[in-house]
Nanobody, 119 residues
Framework: QVQLVESGGGLVQAGGSLRLSCAAS????????MGWFRQAPGKEREFVADITWSGGSTSYADSVKGRFAISRDSAKNTVYLQMNSLKPEDTALYYC????????????WGQGTQVTVPS
């Protein structure tokens, strides 16, 4: 089992920045990649970004490319999501997730942290 705890959400004005953190514990050695997803009210959960644990390869949703950056600190078992130039449409509950295989589904999920960007 892998436990994930997100932090860093909050209310920020449009154009501002936030950094989300996701601390992993438990069987973290089994982690292949970690990612961030988000779900806005009335919408389906969507992929935001992910990063492989060993090589640090990253991928992003088109909607956040150039504004968000995912990174990891292996020593702290923590993944970060730096969010810049925030827009009202970035308002959502942001979830951290982990998967143990290269092509498999995300197996573990955090409880989420709310990000609100007023229009």
């Amino acid at each position: 089992q892998v436990q994930l705890v997100e932090s860093g959400g909050g209310l920020v004005q449009a154009g501002g920045s936030l950094r989300l953190s996701c601390a992993a514990s438990g069987r973290t050695f089994s982690t292949y990649a970690m990612g961030w997803f988000r779900q806005a009210p009335g919408k389906e959960r969507e992929f935001v970004a992910d990063i492989t644990w060993s090589g640090g390869s990253t991928s992003y949703a088109d909607s956040v490319k150039g504004r968000f950056a995912i990174s990891r600190d292996s020593a702290k078992n923590t993944v970060y999501l730096q969010m810049n130039s925030l827009k009202p449409e970035d308002t959502a509950l942001y979830y951290c997730a982990a998967r143990t295989t290269r092509l498999g589904p995300y197996d573990y999920w955090g409880q989420g942290t709310q990000v609100t960007v007023p229009s």
